[in-house]
């Protein structure tokens, strides 16, 4: 089975501040690991995944994750949030080996204030 | 950027009515899923569909879900019917590979369906 922890509800960060997002899963096998961003009355958006090669992966909208596989963990970065950024965010994991079923987090609220 | 479409957006229905709901994936995509979120839970997958035929399902797509891929264009999903569990936002997504293999999923905006 594979699981996905986000372990804040919600994180408050001031504009131009960095901001991190945690996020940790659960597979048998090795992991794909992705982003999904949602704003309000819109869909999940991609950000960014990680399959292979480079633990340090960066997506759209200057964000980027690490993958730390002793850890487990896939923590969301910017290195200075916009208030644009506020949204809600979805990490997801796939297993290598189990198909082609995501499973999501429960999401994490990010609050950027000017 | 290409966008997949849901409509309705909202649908109000009676417990144990029939509800349809539509999709219109990517143009150039061949894989299509159903996903959901209960408010304040988790998006849950229900189902993914390639090549006209269901390639995986989650325990919860059971006998009272179908999906069905009629033309060119629309994936729908249909609940047969409705019990008050089946509150939730609905998601279409597409993708043009199989999830994970280096490809992205593209969400639709969702359905929120409200059984009374």
């Known amino acids: 089975a594979q699981s996905v922890a986000q372990p804040e509800d919600q994180v408050n960060v001031a504009e131009g501040n960095p901001l991190t997002v945690k996020c940790t899963y659960s597979?048998?096998?090795?992991?794909?690991l992705f982003w999904y961003v949602q704003y309000p009355n819109r869909g999940l958006q991609f950000l960014l995944k990680?399959?292979?090669?480079?633990?340090l992966v960066k997506g759209s909208y200057g964000f980027e994750a690490e993958f730390n596989k002793s850890q487990t963990s896939f923590h969301l970065k910017k290195p200075s949030a916009l208030v644009s950024d506020s949204a809600l965010y979805f990490c997801?994991?796939?297993?290598?080996?189990?198909?082609?079923?995501?499973?999501f987090g429960g999401g994490t609220r990010l609050m950027v204030k000017p | 950027e290409p966008e997949v479409t849901q409509t309705p957006s909202h649908q109000v229905t009676q417990m144990g009515q029939e509800v349809i709901l539509r999709c219109v994936p990517i143009?150039?995509?061949?894989?299509f899923y159903w996903y959901r979120q209960i408010l304040g839970q988790k998006v849950e997958f229900l189902v993914s569909?390639?090549?006209?035929?269901?390639?995986?399902k989650s325990e919860i797509f059971d006998d009272q879900f179908s999906v069905e891929r009629p033309d060119g264009s629309n994936f729908t999903l249909k609940i047969r019917s409705t019990k008050l569990e089946d509150s939730a936002m609905y998601f279409c997504?597409?993708?043009?590979?199989?999830?994970?293999?280096?490809?992205?999923?593209?969400f639709g905006s969702g359905t929120q369906l409200s059984v009374l």
């Open positions: 597979v048998s096998g090795n992991p794909y």
């Open positions: 569909f390639y090549n006209n035929e269901i390639s995986e």
């Open positions: 997504a597409s993708s043009d590979r199989r999830t994970g293999v280096n490809e992205k999923l593209f």
């Open positions: 997801a994991v796939r297993d290598q080996n189990a198909g082609n079923m995501l499973t």
């Open positions: 143009s150039n995509h061949l894989y």
């Open positions: 990680y399959i292979t090669g480079d633990n």
